[in-house]
């Protein structure tokens, strides 16, 4: 008489353990990936804004008379449309020239935009 081996069939407790580990640990990492990418879309369209913003406060320095160029700094609330923005313009004078230097910041101070010029009086 031939004894029957009895074959098991499934997955032991461990297996599935160490499948459940590995398929957390993957959605950990594409999870963290999200999070990343979302910060960094967030982080891209506030530089955005401030670089919008530092154009326009360039336009602005441009279309005045040379004798009204002067340094200046503005408050936070200043932009009706964008409250968490402020500006700061830096005029050097050059020889003949002044270099003007516009900062939008935002984040409390902790990120900038910086736009930089040269204008002349002709």
């Not at 910060?39 to 154009?55: I, N, P």
């Not at 602005?60 to 409250?83: C, F, K, Q, T």
Request: glycine content about 4%; aromatic content about 8%; some cysteine.
């Amino acid at each position: 008489m031939m004894r029957r081996r009895k074959t098991q069939s499934g997955l032991s407790m461990l297996e599935v353990l160490v499948t459940m580990f590995l398929v957390m640990m993957g959605l950990l990492v594409v999870m963290s990936s999200f999070v990343a990418i979302a910060k960094s879309g967030r982080y891209s369209e506030r530089m955005d804004v401030a670089t919008t913003l530092a154009q326009r406060e360039m336009e602005r320095v441009r279309n005045l008379p040379w004798a009204n160029i002067h340094s200046e700094a503005g408050a936070y609330n200043e932009y009706s449309d964008h409250p968490d923005y402020r500006h700061e313009i830096t005029v050097t004078d050059v020889g003949t020239v002044r270099e003007v230097v516009v900062r939008i910041y935002f984040e409390n101070n902790r990120r900038r935009c910086e736009v930089r010029t040269y204008v002349s009086n002709m």
